[in-house]
């Protein structure tokens, strides 16, 4: 069973996927009995760099008890979308006038196929793969905890937004097809088609419509139970550095994800390391500044627990140096401490 979903998200570049793998590798370290996944729900992937190995669009082994994955939108969409395509393609060829016209029928083979698979349906998959992990199917491996690596602001509150409506989005996208070739239909005369009548197979039509009908079901529960499981066992982490914007990102997001996922923390990202604010001029400066808005973001997010990072000399790369990046953040917090943050 999936106990927690993290989610990390803030405005781009300050250190979300970083601080998502470096939890991966400290929640593995302190609970080696739990499976875990980092999974990137960014199209631009970069777990492969972070983790300084190849990790591809299937489940990848990164340690004995977590797991990795980048996946594919594409693929998954083409996966997850193929039956109901094929039911579609062959109930626009059972129609009465569309279906026999020849130049109609290379028209619905082009018309169906991933690329015009809407975006906001592909990125559902990130989600399908969620309750992927969460299949009881003994060939699977059952996930205990899923970390999400998610794009900056604006896209992650497009994401969330998505599951539920996938099913619209499939029926618009139907839609959409039938009015593309509307004026075909229409240039037949009302004589040809009482001529095509007889061969028409309603019963067959009948039988892909329910078909089709119930795939459209099976993809609205689907999404339900995503929104449901985010709902439920969701945790969202809004990483920021010590700045104006992305402060004022931090902020947005948390009223626009609001009503999806519980916020339970927030991470002040790249502080200056103290013993450097004393060095140097320079660094002393900008030190000072940045305090002023730990300050603030402390008075902001007051009911939140804050995990505050120096900037590392060295970037946190590879098992050892996402180590070295969880040691910073999470110090000698507890897997609970991290799990189910108090402020
Ligand atoms: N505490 C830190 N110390 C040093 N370097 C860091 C730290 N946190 C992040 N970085 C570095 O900052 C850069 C940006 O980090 P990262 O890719 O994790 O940000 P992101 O928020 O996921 O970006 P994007 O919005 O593009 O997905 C990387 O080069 C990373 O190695
Ligand atoms: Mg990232």
Known sequence: MIEKILVFGGKGGVGKSSISAATAVVLSDLLPN?????LSFD????????????????????????????????????HYTK??????????????????????????????????????????????????????????????????DFPPTGNMVALFEIPEDQAKVMLKYSL???????DAIRKFSKVVRQLIRPFDNIEKRKELGKEIFDMMVELEKRGERITELIHSVGSLRLVTIAEKPSFEEIKR??????????????????????EHAKKCDFCGNVSSIQQKYVYDIRNEFQSLKIWESDRLQEEPIGLEGLRKLGKEIYGDTSADGILNPHP
């Not at 760099?49 to 591809?56: K, S, V």
């Not at 959409?176 to 509307?182: G, L």
């Open 253 to 274: 997001a948390r009223d626009l994800t609001k009503k999806y996922i519980t916020l339970e923390g927030a991470h002040i990202n790249m502080l200056i390391p103290k």
């Open 176 to 182: 959409n097809f039938y009015n593309s070739i509307k």
């Open 83 to 148: 039956n109901l395509i094929e039911k579609m393609k062959q109930l626009m060829k059972e129609m009465p006038v569309i279906g026999k016209l020849p130049q109609i029928e290379k028209q619905i083979d082009e018309m169906f196929t991933s690329e015009s698979i809407p975006l906001a349906l592909k990125n559902a998959m990130f989600f399908q793969q969620i309750l992927d992990a969460e299949k009881s199917d003994s060939s699977e491996i059952q996930f205990d905890l899923i970390i999400a």
């Open 43 to 78: 199209i631009a992937h970069n777990l492969s760099d972070l983790f300084a190995c190849e990790i591809g669009k299937e489940i990848t082994p990164l340690r004995t008890n977590l797991w990795a994955i980048e996946p594919d939108p594409n693929e998954y969409a083409e």
């Open 34 to 38: 739990k499976k875990i996944l980092i």
